[in-house]
């Protein structure tokens, strides 16, 4: 299946499967576009099926991501934390690893930050570890970088947990006075 991506000289691909930045004709804007899943053949020849592993203990859950997080798996992340999240009075750590992903388009950050908005809505909070340079890139242009917290690693992430337990604003990672003020 061939993918046409429009445009003219305008379109100036840049690293990274899937993702492209556009350029409009004046110089003035620059568009960063994602590849959606049908414009990239599912699991190709050399492409590690994804997958997602789920690892619990007494700090929490981890969410161990596998292999190109798009539009056609992103539904098994849907499914992994509706199974591991659907108790309410769990209070836990919940880190995402993706120290394994390879590959993340528009449909796998909607996964990502429906997670966050329903971690939120607990009043607890999803922590990233080992995000790829690719993504935290992508992070850093569209400011998911100020929503999401990001940790070197998943044991620093729940380390973090343990360490901010019980004093944290719903979804944030900023300190709260006992009468639910910010201190930060």
């Given at each position: 299946?061939?993918?046409?991506?429009?445009?003219?000289?305008?379109?100036?691909?840049?690293?990274?499967?899937?993702?492209?930045?556009?350029?409009?004709?004046?110089?003035?804007?620059?568009?960063?576009?994602?590849?959606?899943?049908?414009?990239?053949?599912?699991?190709?020849?050399?492409?590690?099926?994804?997958?997602?592993?789920?690892?619990?203990d007494t700090r929490g859950v981890v969410f161990v991501l596998r292999g190109d997080l798009d539009f056609h798996s992103a539904v098994q992340l849907y499914e992994a934390g509706d199974k591991e999240l659907g108790t309410r009075g769990d209070t836990g750590a919940v880190v995402?690893?993706?120290?394994?992903?390879?590959?993340?388009?528009?449909?796998?950050?909607?996964?990502?930050?429906?997670?966050?908005?329903?971690?939120?809505?607990?009043?607890?909070?999803?922590?990233?570890?080992?995000?790829?340079?690719?993504?935290?890139?992508?992070?850093?242009?569209?400011?998911?970088?100020?929503?999401?917290?990001?940790?070197?690693?998943?044991?620093?992430?729940?380390?973090?947990?343990?360490?901010?337990?019980?004093?944290?604003?719903?979804?944030?990672?900023?300190?709260?006075?006992?009468?639910?003020?910010?201190?930060?």
């Amino acid at each position: 299946m061939a993918c046409r991506r429009g445009g003219r000289s305008s379109v100036r691909p840049r690293r990274g499967r899937g993702t492209e930045f556009r350029v409009h004709p004046d110089e003035s804007s620059i568009f960063l576009i994602f590849t959606t899943g049908s414009c990239r053949e599912p699991y190709a020849e050399g492409t590690e099926v994804f997958a997602v592993d789920v690892r619990r203990d007494t700090r929490g859950v981890v969410f161990v991501l596998r292999g190109d997080l798009d539009f056609h798996s992103a539904v098994q992340l849907y499914e992994a934390g509706d199974k591991e999240l659907g108790t309410r009075g769990d209070t836990g750590a919940v880190v995402v690893d993706c120290s394994r992903l390879t590959y993340c388009d528009s449909t796998g950050i909607t996964a990502l930050l429906k997670l966050y908005n329903e971690l939120s809505g607990q009043g607890r909070v999803l922590r990233l570890a080992a995000v790829p340079a690719f993504l935290d890139r992508l992070f850093t242009l569209t400011g998911l970088n100020q929503i999401f917290s990001l940790y070197t690693d998943a044991d620093k992430a729940l380390a973090a947990h343990a360490a901010d337990h019980g004093a944290l604003a719903a979804g944030t990672d900023e300190p709260v006075r006992p009468g639910g003020e910010n201190v930060g």
